[in-house]
């Protein structure tokens, strides 16, 4: 039994190493350097350009047409009415076609706005409202799209930075990995430093990952950027917690009545003893 335990130990010392060492085991490169410090890649960051606010310039165009028409109502409308037809005043129950006669006629009519109660104010009053809303509207979408494209541009800086400083951490563990390695066939050191490293360096790996990934999204949104909506000043409701129930802790009844039983038991005990 004790050389089977020794053989299994040997053969999982020299097994180990040889497993970690395979090629499936170690990580890839991701193809992030290509695109990863390419300006050309940056997409429009003009803030005129961006949909939110050619929505809100398009908003002020038309209540601007809106007061036009609205200031319109007050101007007289000229119309021309012409009628055509064929009339027959007959002297019997039933006309005869010698009894037809055209009829046609063509007048103009004129209708200014005198009296309208008001109407045409309160319309004029409501377009130039709706107009100063669109223009204030536009001026805040305006801020918020030049505060998202800054805060965009500012991610993408970030996330090629962190991109750049993983290179270096998945270096080390390399190395580290590769030392402790050669410190375990020569024999200095356990099977636990050696995993430890083994992990130490696929946690680099990881974050390495992850900052490609987080640097994809960056690179992406920034191209995409003249056509998101704006993603500042969406704030979800912040959900409050429940109030915490104060509960009560129920005290359990006193078993009082055990008690009072065993009493006469423990007095007639008393008195068997000084009897005897």
């Given at each position: 039994?004790?050389?089977?335990?020794?053989?299994?130990?040997?053969?999982?010392?020299?097994?180990?190493?040889?497993?970690?060492?395979?090629?499936?085991?170690?990580?890839?490169?991701?193809?992030?350097?290509?695109?990863?410090?390419?300006?050309?890649?940056?997409?429009?960051?003009?803030?005129?350009?961006?949909?939110?606010?050619?929505?809100?310039?398009?908003?002020?165009?038309?209540?601007?047409?809106?007061?036009?028409?609205?200031?319109?109502?007050?101007?007289?409308?000229?119309?021309?009415?012409?009628?055509?037809?064929?009339?027959?005043?007959?002297?019997?129950?039933?006309?005869?076609?010698?009894?037809?006669?055209?009829?046609?006629?063509?007048?103009?009519?004129?209708?200014?706005?005198?009296?309208?109660g008001g109407r045409i104010r309160g319309d004029q009053m409501v377009a130039e409202a709706s107009l100063l809303e669109s223009?204030?509207?536009?001026?805040?979408?305006?801020?918020?799209?030049?505060?998202?494209?800054?805060?965009?541009?500012?991610?993408?800086?970030?996330?090629?930075?962190?991109?750049?400083?993983?290179?270096?951490?998945?270096?080390?563990?390399?190395?580290?990995?590769?030392?402790?390695?050669?410190?375990?066939?020569?024999?200095?050191?356990?099977?636990?430093?050696?995993?430890?490293?083994?992990?130490?360096?696929?946690?680099?790996?990881?974050?390495?990952?992850?900052?490609?990934?987080?640097?994809?999204?960056?690179?992406?949104?920034?191209?995409?950027?003249?056509?998101?909506?704006?993603?500042?000043?969406?704030?979800?409701?912040?959900?409050?917690?429940?109030?915490?129930?104060?509960?009560?802790?129920?005290?359990?009844?006193?078993?009082?009545?055990?008690?009072?039983?065993?009493?006469?038991?423990?007095?007639?005990?008393?008195?068997?003893?000084?009897?005897?």
């Amino acid at each position: 039994m004790p050389s089977r335990i020794a053989a299994l130990t040997r053969h999982c010392a020299t097994a180990l190493p040889r497993a970690l060492a395979r090629e499936e085991n170690r990580a890839l490169p991701v193809p992030v350097e290509r695109f990863a410090c390419n300006p050309a890649l940056m997409g429009d960051t003009v803030t005129l350009n961006r949909a939110p606010v050619r929505q809100a310039r398009e908003a002020i165009a038309t209540q601007e047409a809106q007061v036009k028409v609205a200031r319109a109502q007050r101007l007289p409308t000229v119309s021309l009415v012409s009628n055509w037809g064929r009339v027959a005043y007959p002297g019997g129950a039933l006309p005869a076609w010698s009894d037809f006669a055209t009829n046609w006629t063509v007048g103009a009519q004129l209708s200014i706005p005198v009296f309208t109660g008001g109407r045409i104010r309160g319309d004029q009053m409501v377009a130039e409202a709706s107009l100063l809303e669109s223009r204030a509207l536009f001026e805040q979408t305006r801020s918020l799209a030049e505060f998202d494209t800054r805060t965009a541009v500012l991610q993408l800086e970030s996330a090629r930075a962190q991109w750049q400083a993983s290179a270096g951490t998945v270096e080390q563990a390399t190395r580290a990995y590769q030392i402790a390695e050669i410190r375990f066939r020569e024999g200095l050191s356990t099977q636990t430093e050696l995993t430890d490293s083994r992990i130490l360096l696929q946690q680099a790996q990881a974050n390495r990952a992850q900052a490609a990934r987080d640097l994809q999204i960056a690179q992406v949104r920034v191209a995409l950027l003249p056509d998101l909506p704006l993603s500042v000043g969406q704030t979800g409701a912040q959900q409050q917690p429940a109030p915490q129930q104060q509960t009560v802790p129920q005290q359990q009844p006193q078993q009082t009545q055990p008690q009072q039983a065993a009493q006469p038991v423990v007095l007639w005990r008393q008195r068997q003893l000084l009897q005897s």
